[in-house]
């Protein structure tokens, strides 16, 4: 039987890169590897619960589609790919954490354009341990978000390792106070989340989430929430929402692999509702949790 940890590994994280399982400060890759000269790659992060990954073959899926847009294959198949997930739980000893996968073009001469014969694609996954106890603490008091512009390029539904704006804009809701930043495009819509989908439930108790688009990436956990809450008959409607109409919503929450339905209480330091997360992101939350099998 496997002793799983909250800390993990007692010698290390492990990480594995091309092939080998290495010591996480060892692991590296080639100086040319394209994703660090000109942010080449795509990635996925699979939420581990209990030694298991959760929703992982729709995990998976998103990756092959997002490689697909890149022109690019996947590294390995999907078994295989599978046993080194597996793999790297087992080695990493970690019980409830955050699993990430990365593929890049691999290492090639610097030029703009890809290489017509393409080298070896880089296949990279670390994973972390997960605060279980900070995510209890947002889940029951909520988190504040703080607006931000949206500039970022026009293919937000791939999800690639060009991360720059999204860290900016984290890092500007750090700064005045808030959890997570909300991306507002030019016409003053809520596009995202800097790492998650945006919701709000307006006065009659509608769920209100961005409709699929360029613009927001097709979250894996924003998808199996809908699966059910359309099993529950929940009231959904794929929209675009703006601040003010955020401001005036009943409630509101975002959702990722590190967390679905976590409830935002303020907005730019404005409550949302009673200030308090509501019961229908509790229901929501409970809803995905039998839908995704967490206990």
Not at 18 to 31: D, E, K, M, S, T
Request: proline share 6%.
């Amino acid at each position: 039987m496997k002793k799983w940890s909250a800390t993990g590994n007692p010698t290390g994280r492990i990480a594995y890169v091309n092939g080998r399982y290495l010591p996480h400060a060892q692991a590296g890759v080639h100086i040319e590897d394209r994703a660090l000269q000109l942010g080449d790659g795509i990635y996925e992060v699979t939420n581990v619960i209990d030694g298991q990954p959760i929703d992982e073959e729709p995990h998976l899926d998103r990756m092959e589609r997002s490689l697909r847009e890149l022109g690019m294959d996947m590294p390995m198949g999907r078994a295989a790919l599978k046993l080194v997930m597996r793999e790297m739980i087992a080695r990493n000893r970690i019980a409830n954490g955050l699993l990430y996968l990365q593929v890049t073009r691999g290492a090639a001469r610097r030029d703009h354009v890809p290489p017509k014969n393409p080298p070896r694609p880089t296949l990279i996954l670390t994973m972390r341990a997960q605060d279980m106890a900070a995510l209890a603490v947002r889940m029951e008091k909520g988190i504040a978000v703080s607006t931000q512009p949206d500039v970022r390029w026009g293919r937000c539904d791939i999800k690639t390792v060009q991360l720059l704006p999204n860290l900016l804009a984290k890092q500007a809701a750090k700064q005045a106070g808030a959890f997570e930043a909300w991306l507002v495009d030019d016409d003053g819509y809520v596009t995202e989340g800097g790492s998650t989908n945006a919701w709000i439930v307006d006065g009659e108790g509608h769920v209100i989430t961005r409709d699929l688009s360029s613009a927001i990436l097709p979250g894996v956990t924003r998808k199996i929430m809908l699966d059910a809450m359309a099993a529950a008959q929940v009231k959904v409607v794929e929209r675009k929402f703006t601040v003010t109409e955020a401001l005036g919503a009943r409630e509101a929450f975002i959702s990722s692999a590190t967390g679905a339905a976590v409830p935002v209480v303020t907005i730019d330091g404005k409550p949302i509702g009673d200030g308090r997360p509501g019961p229908v992101t509790r229901r929501i939350r409970d809803l995905y949790a039998e839908k995704a099998g967490i206990k």
